[in-house]
């Protein structure tokens, strides 16, 4: 079947089918040795991208920039809102309007959630989500299927454990609806207060995934395929008091990584802070660098995909 | 004689099938009492072939089709009654669309729709029965639906 993935807005992972998924890994594979830089190709010459950065980041802005930089596009944009007109207190209607004038597709991320959602109604080009608020980041959560498939050659059927912020970590909120549409098993360690939100488990049921919950870590590395950690995030809290009492509880290190399976695998989406001690890093669990690096790929086959069509 | 729980009105609206215990949100949703000086009169747990109900009864105004939709919201099972005379001349089941808007809030303070921009609130439906909506923007399920109405 061929998809269609022109002038698409990537605004959410659930405005996608499995097929479509599927579609979109397959030929981010084409572009490895591209995002490495033993080829070029030029497909994307004629086209300007938008980086429309209103929030910090460091690895989701990179990629996009060296995506589109690969591809033979170029880019326009901001990293620093305090520079636009937005602090003259310009909608972000009007900043998408004025964009969408500039370039051929546009990169948004944005503190408020639904921001994406609200850029796609005001331009005509495409827009990719980067993350708005505590709401969606469709390509971290491809990069992530991206990551578990090309390490475990499928993504059904691996024992996935989600551990850390379950409650504000957006992250693994749309991964964890992804794996269950790929029948992955799930189990979600958590503090108490940071538990999985109920809706999140609900859509994993919906797609018959019964997922384990669980504040013991020790149990569940056991029998783990994929470990995925998460920062606990002190941005999203709303009050440092939950922070202080939840930071620090988890731990990945060496002493806990015995009991895991050989060929166990570990993700974050970085920045990482005390969650995973530095000595794993040397381990060949530690697969969280060349994680970051498959952003370029899954970004690059993105912005063709939505410029231009397959063209590898 | 049989009594009667409230009395028949001349003319008016009687907003039937309400979800027990939900009559004092249709009456928020309705601006009532600051929207009318008429008679208002709520019925509340009465026992109905479906269970228990409630009801109202507005003298003097029939409801316009926008103020229907937000009832929906609240009372999906609801019917409306246009009395004129004591005699029903109209009689709608209220309908849910399958997307409202501009007419609740979204309960999440961080939002875009709640920000400064050009955009009227949207919800789309996300189950009628029970009835579940989620903001089109944030995706964000709010618990008590009847808070946000607009």
Redesign the interface.
């Known amino acids: 079947m061929k998809m269609n993935f022109k002038n698409r807005d990537i605004v959410s992972i659930k405005d996608f089918s499995k097929t479509d998924i599927t579609a979109i890994l397959n030929y981010a594979k084409h572009m490895i040795p591209y995002a490495k830089g033993e080829k070029q190709i030029d497909i994307l010459k004629k086209y300007i991208l938008s980086s429309l950065f209103f929030e910090p980041s460091t690895r989701t802005r990179l990629s996009f920039e060296s995506a589109m930089n690969r591809l033979g596009g170029r880019v326009i944009g901001f990293a620093d809102p305090s520079a636009t007109s937005q602090k003259k207190g310009e909608s972000l209607a009007d900043t998408i309007r004025m964009a969408d004038a500039y370039s051929d597709i546009i990169v948004i991320r944005h503190p408020q959630e639904g921001a994406a959602r609200l850029a796609a109604e005001f331009a005509e080009v495409p827009i990719i989500n980067a993350g708005d608020g505590a709401g969606q980041h469709p390509t971290q959560c491809l990069l992530d299927l991206f990551t578990i498939l090309t390490e475990k050659k499928r993504i059904e059927k691996n024992h996935i454990v989600l551990l850390g912020d379950l409650k504000y970590g957006r992250t693994v909120h749309s991964l964890a609806y992804a794996l269950s549409l790929f029948g992955a098993e799930l189990t979600f360690v958590s503090p108490e207060s940071l538990k999985m939100p109920k809706e999140v488990i609900n859509e994993c049921k919906e797609f018959g995934v019964e997922p384990n919950s669980t504040v013991n870590l020790d149990k569940a590395i056991i029998d783990a395929d994929v470990l995925y950690v998460t920062r606990i995030q002190k941005e999203r809290f709303p009050d440092a008091e939950e922070y202080n009492r939840v930071v620090g509880t988890y731990k990945v290190d060496n002493e806990l990584l015995k009991q895991a399976k050989k060929d166990l695998i570990i993700m974050h989406p970085l920045p990482r802070v005390t969650e995973i001690d530095p000595e794993v890093d040397a381990t060949h669990h530690a697969l969280y660098f060349k994680q970051a690096f498959n952003g370029i790929p899954i970004r690059m086959a993105l912005l063709s995909l939505v410029l231009e069509g397959r063209k590898l | 004689m049989k009594e009667l729980k409230i009395i028949p009105i001349k003319n008016g609206t009687v907003i039937d099938h309400i979800t027990a215990g939900y009559a004092v949100k249709v009456l928020r949703v309705l601006k009532i009492p600051e929207s009318t000086s008429s008679v208002v009169s709520v019925a509340m747990n009465v026992s109905g072939k479906m269970g228990k109900k409630d009801i109202v009864k507005v003298e003097n105004r029939e409801l316009d089709p926008h103020e229907l939709d937000k009832i929906a919201l609240i009372a999906p099972k609801a019917t409306i009654n246009i009395i004129r005379e004591y005699e029903v001349v109209k009689k709608h089941k209220v309908e849910l669309p399958n997307e409202v808007v501009g007419i609740a809030k979204?309960s999440?303070p961080?939002?875009?729709?709640n920000?400064?921009?050009?955009?009227k609130s949207r919800f789309q439906i996300v189950s009628k029965d029970p009835l579940r909506i989620k903001?089109?923007?944030?995706?964000?399920?709010p618990e008590d639906i009847a808070e946000g109405i607009i």
């Open positions: 979204c999440n961080t939002c875009i729709s920000a400064r921009e050009p955009v903001c089109y923007y944030c995706d964000r399920e």
